[in-house]
């Protein structure tokens, strides 16, 4: 799955006539040649602006050296200088080709947004598994194992006495757990985290983490310690679906507030531009959709909404038309380390223009 630095990488590049391509090749649903005939169609659409070298290229990865093992591929390629990004994704990708002066990444930048990573802890009274998860993928896990707890009882021990002792010493593996976890989220980059485990087992375990880390768990369900991967990455899929819907409503509904307010808030796609080139936007919200034609400058990259004689921010007359002023918008907004957040559905922010932002200031 793609990375933000790779994002950042590729907002960073520019070159001449620089091929975009996102082709689905879930061969769960096509076939391989049905992927191809895809494939040549939406070559066929961009080759009079492209470069044959570029196009071979493509070609050549499909036909010599892609596996064919991700259900999505993201291409990038500038032959004349040497430029080649590839991706095989494991979700599907809206198919689609492009040819611009720099890579098209509305597409990825939405991908990225969608199938964020997060960790997964499932824990029990002896030991704790960790998982570090991203796109219905694992990228890493550990596992940790206390001291074994079912022992026998010791003679001469009182029932009361055995449990003591049991819960004392599944105490102590939750904490050691507790403080594994902690390295593991840290070492692997897990913003956010969801916890499985048996209800008490997880109360008493969340009281044991850090305050930072108590804050940045994005829910907890039910599970029992031999539960397989398929289903620890569909539940904890589910959580973060919903955690993220619930989040974006909320980010929609701040920033429609501030917006009519006068505050940190803009609405629809000349504010959203604006602020973006003023370097004031914090979170920029977009719905997945929304594509409108714009006029960019020449001389500052500007691009407004509207077909303006001469450039708001330097007086430039020379405005080319762009055919997708959001795919500008988030090309500027991964570029200037904004947030984006993809939105699939939400009808007060079609409502406002289908785009906005939360201002910094
Ligand atoms: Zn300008």
Known sequence: MIKKQDLRELVSYTGDKVVSLYLNTDLSRESKEKCKLVL???LGKIDDEALSQDLNRIERFFGFEYDWQGRGVVLFSCQAQGFWRAYSLPVPVP???FVADRPHVKPLVYLADKFGSYGVVIVDRECVRMFHIRGGRVLGESEAIGEEIKRHKQGGWSQSRYQRWVDGQAAQNLKRAAEEVVQFLKSEDCQRVIIGGTEANLA???????KHLQERIAGTFSVGRM???????ERSWEIMQRVEREEEGKLVEEMITAARKG?????????TL???HEGRVRIMLVMEGLSAPGHVCSSCGYVSAED???????????????????EYAVYTA???GVKVEAVEESQPLEEAGGIGAILRY
């Not at 008493?204 to 850090?210: I, K, S």
């Not at 505050?263 to 504010?271: I, N, V, Y």
């Not at 303006?308 to 959001?326: I, N, Q, S, W």
């Open 227 to 233: 539960t397989g991967i398929d289903d620890i990455l």
């Open 308 to 326: 303006v004689p001469k450039c708001l921010f330097c007086g430039g007359e020379d405005m080319r038309p762009v055919e997708d002023a959001v």
């Open 274 to 276: 604006y602020r973006l």
């Open 204 to 210: 008493q375990f969340q009281d044991m983490l850090p």
């Open 95 to 97: 198919d689609g080709a």
């Open 40 to 42: 040549r169609e939406h």
């Open 263 to 271: 505050g940190l808030g803009a609405t629809g796609l000349a504010d």
């Open 334 to 336: 991964v570029k200037t």
